[in-house]
C-alpha cells in the first residue's frame, strides 16, 4: 500500500463503520460487504471488484491493532501534509509528519524496516483467514470420514482423520480469504465438534463403557459378552466377588490410533427389581450364611462419623 493511501483513504468509511467500533462489529461489517462485493457474486462487474478490493485492503489495516493505531496517528497528525522533494518545505510535508510520529528527527530517504506505506513496500500479503465448525458423530470421528463444508463461496471437502477429538481445528491452507494485493490466499481453520455415542465415552485414546452385570454373576463369577465400537462383542471375564464399578479391561479395542487405546469396560451389579417368594427365602437363608459386615463402616470411618 502506498503511503499516500493512507492519507487519502478513510478506511473507516470505506467500511462504514465508526473510528470507536469494536473488534467483532468490524468483522462483522466486513464479512457482509466482503460477501456482497466479491467478484464471484458479481462476475464482469469492475466496481464491484474494485470496492472488493477496497473493503479487503481497509480491513486488513483495521483489524491489525497496531496498523489500525498507527493509522489513526497518521491521519490525526498528517491531515493537512503533503510530499515534498529533496529541497524541503517551509511548511512541514509528509515526511515531518513521519518524523514526529516515530520521534526522529531529519529527513529520510527510504522506508523503515518494513513499516507499510512510507517509501518501502512489505509486498503482496496473506489474505484473512477464515473460521468454521463442523459436526460429526461419534463413530466417524473414531474411525475417520469426509464431510462437505459450504463456505459461502464454494463447497469444500474437509477430510476428517481417523481419532480427532472433540474441537480438535483442522487448517485448510489457502482456502481462507484472498489477498487483497496479489499475495497467497488465507487458511481455513475448521473446528471439530464431536457428537456423543448411547454406549462409548473417549478417555484419550481409550474407549468407557458400562457393562451391567447380575448379582450371581458378580458372585460366583462369569464369562460375558462386551461389545466394541464398529466390531463384534468380545468375551470378558469377571472373577468370583466382582464389586460394581471395578474396572476391567480389554487391549487394544479403543481407538486406533499410532498406539491403540483399550476398552474400559466397568461392571455395574444390576439388583434384581422383583423377587419371587422362593427367591426372597433363599436370599434370607444366604444373608444368614455370610459375614455380618458392614461395607460402610471404612466411608463413616473416614468421615468421621464413626
Known sequence: MASQDWLDKDF?????VSKDVSDAELKKKYRKLARD???DSNPGDAKAEARFKDISEAYSVLSDPEQRREYDSLRAMGSGARFTSGGGNSGGGFEDVFSNLFGG?????????????FGFDPGPQKGQDLKAEVKVNFIDSIQGTTV??????????VKIPAGIENRQRIKLAGKGQPSPNGGPSGDLL?????????VFTR???????????????????????????GGPPVKLKVSPGTPSGRTLRVKGKGVQKSTPGDLL???EVAVPSRLSPK?????????QEIPNENPREDLLSKAGQL
Open 37 to 39: 462485493n466479491h467478484p
Open 279 to 287: 427367591a426372597k427365602k433363599i436370599l434370607d437363608e444366604l444373608a
Open 105 to 117: 528527527g531529519g529527513r529520510q530517504s527510504a522506508g523503515f524496516g518494513g513499516f507499510p506505506g
Open 265 to 267: 469396560a466397568t461392571v
Open 148 to 157: 462437505k463444508l459450504n463456505t459461502g463461496r464454494t463447497s469444500i471437502n
Open 203 to 229: 478417555d484419550g485414546n481409550n474407549l468407557r463403557v458400562q457393562v451391567p452385570v447380575t448379582f450371581i454373576e458378580a458372585s460366583l463369577g462369569a464369562t460375558i459378552e462386551v461389545p466394541t465400537l
Open 12 to 16: 473507516y468509511k470505506i467500511l462504514g
Open 190 to 198: 475448521v473446528t471439530v465438534l464431536v457428537g456423543t455415542h448411547p
